[in-house]
């Protein structure tokens, strides 16, 4: 069969009332900006609740290419490949054209059940939506000697639908689910090379969140190869997040200063806690509403809930950390279906893993970590300040 449309369907933002259309607008343009690379191959636009996607050719040569990437538009629920017919109100050329079309997606030699599924929207045509797939059913049955009816449980669901052209299509594809990225304001992911945080950018890109990103390297102690993998990782995510602008912060002179001046067993906490603060400064100067990581409850000792409890203080934007419940297998598992995972575990040191202390505190006290912090007080504004002013940056 060779189609030349898609029917979209989504879900969620049918549920959004008067801001509806703003969903529908956002995932509109979201699927043309996912389809560039075609040119002018393909029209995306919305009609009567639905969104379609027509071609001016056959696209069978890059069918399977389109669908991986429309299966990483966030908002998209499913994908159908759909034969459109011009709207007659006659029956008749309805199930000549009904029956042409299993033929062509089926062949005349498989032997299969169906039901014929109808929407009837368009009142201009003259019967009921479920006179017309019994009647369907019935003449398929006649054309169709290997096909039989099974109305619980077919193989294969035939779904006419009816409006001011008819669609005709038998497949659904599932799609990525969530929301257009676009229609829930922007948040900064804090990108590591780890395993996490690529997969927290994901989940949180997925509820509609526009991403941008910002990576802490310490360079000499950090090498080239450990930037690149992030700004790899920032590339596999706008995959599906679209364009990601990424901040990369040298972070070296406020981590020695910190590895000089503070108590060892506190060393990650407290770095932590000039990531976050830096973080949200920049969040704050670029309009994002919330900070995003990669933490999950006891993962690591920077992770327990006291510690958690230790970083999240120094902030006042709302920090989402999707993973919080999750267990690690669960993390690995969504970043093999994201793709970040090959990348993630390359083996090149992240700024963490250089300065981190034997025995790290587990439970943070904070009148401590205050007292400590209070040694840096005479550098430490000046070094935040000139990180933040020379930090890089990059679009994904
Ligand atoms: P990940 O796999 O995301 O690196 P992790 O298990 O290594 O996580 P930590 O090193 O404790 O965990 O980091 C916790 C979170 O802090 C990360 O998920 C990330 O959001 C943020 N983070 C850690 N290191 C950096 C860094 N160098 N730059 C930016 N963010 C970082
Ligand atoms: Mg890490």
Known sequence: MNYQSFLIKYSEIGLKGKNRYKFEDALVSNIRN???????????????ERIYIDSNKDFNDIYDRVIVRLQKV????????????????DYKNLSVEVIKFIKEVYGTENHFTFKVKTRRVNKDFPMHSDDVSAELGHDILEECSNLKVDVHNPDVRIFVEIRNHVNIYSERIIGPGG??????????????????????????????????????HAPPYTSDRAKQKVIDLAKIV?????????????FTDIQLAIYEKCPHDELTIIMRRYMMRIAEKIANMDDCLSLITGESIGQVASQTVESLRTTNEVCSLPVFRPLIGFDKEEIINISKKIETF???????????????????????NLTRIYKSEEKLKDCIDELVIKAIDEREEIVC
């Open 342 to 364: 090959e990348t993630s575990i390359l083996p090149y040191e992240d700024c963490c893993t250089i300065f981190v202390a034997k025995h790290p505190v587990t439970k943070p």
């Open 74 to 89: 966030f908002g998209i629920s499913s994908i159908s490949p759909i034969k459109k017919i011009k709207f007659t109100n």
């Open 179 to 216: 929301l257009p990225v676009g229609t829930s304001g922007k948040g900064m992911l804090l990108l590591s090379g780890g395993i996490d945080s690529p997969v927290a950018g994901y989940m949180i890109a997925k509820r509609g969140v526009v991403i941008e990103a910002i990576y802490f």
């Open 34 to 48: 996912s389809l560039k690379e075609w040119g002018d191959t393909f029209r995306v636009y919305k009609e009567q």
């Open 238 to 250: 706008s995959n599906y997040a679209g364009h990601i602008k990424l901040h990369i912060i040298n």
